[in-house]
């Protein structure tokens, strides 16, 4: 079932600098948006304090995760917090078969072929395009011709109202949003007028993509 929240709405919100102390009320706005994939980098502060205790609060909701996991004992360390996504920054394979085997929702960061393949192999259930500034919408494209067409891609890094269409129409599932849906120092009314400005925007583009098609 934790897959099935990526499948209905492809876009994970990036809470990097979300504390323990607010991050229910931030969370909670995000789901009340329709978010489904909420994810917490462990470089915040106390990261897997926050991922507790959004698992705890939202795990029956949502897909509650944590990103910048480069390596075996954060993924571990994860696990134990109650992650049941894995965002990565990097393709680390060993780290995409740990989650694998723990039967966590996996993506790891690609940004070439190689990487992507790599990925694909050790059972990546999606990639993350990263970072999507250097990864332009043409070069999407030549990636998606040869890459398996079941396997979602995650464009991550400078998305914002102003760049989904060109990712979509290249080929890419949906994105990672980060600052431009949460910052540390947005008021709680600022996320929700982000969050929903960010979903309406997703949904013109997608509805746009599909009616070319």
Do not use: W
């Amino acid at each position: 079932m934790s897959k099935a929240y990526l499948s209905q709405l492809p876009l994970v919100a990036i809470l990097r600098g979300v504390t323990p102390h607010n991050c229910i009320e931030v969370a909670g706005i995000l789901i009340e948006c329709g978010y489904r994939c909420i994810e917490v980098p462990l470089n915040s502060p106390s990261p897997l304090e926050s991922i507790a205790k959004l698992s705890a609060e939202f795990g029956h909701q949502a897909l509650i995760g944590a990103g910048t996991v480069t390596n075996l004992t954060q993924l571990n360390q994860a696990q134990q917090s109650g992650a049941q996504l894995i965002f990565a920054p990097n393709c680390n394979e060993s780290v995409i078969r740990a989650a694998k085997q723990k039967e966590l929702v996996m993506i790891p960061g690609v940004a070439t072929p190689s990487e992507a393949f790599a990925a694909i192999e050790a059972g990546a259930d999606a990639l993350k395009l990263f970072p999507a500034q250097l990864i332009t919408p043409n070069i999407v494209k030549a990636m998606k011709d040869v890459l398996p067409k079941n396997v979602p891609l995650l464009a991550v890094g400078g998305i914002d109202e102003g760049n989904m269409t060109p990712f979509l129409t290249a080929g890419c599932t949906g994105f990672g949003l980060g600052g431009a849906l949460y910052k540390p120092n947005d008021s709680l009314e600022q996320i929700g007028q982000k969050a929903t400005s960010l979903m309406s925007s997703y949904c013109l583009a997608k509805s746009n993509n599909q009616s070319k098609t």
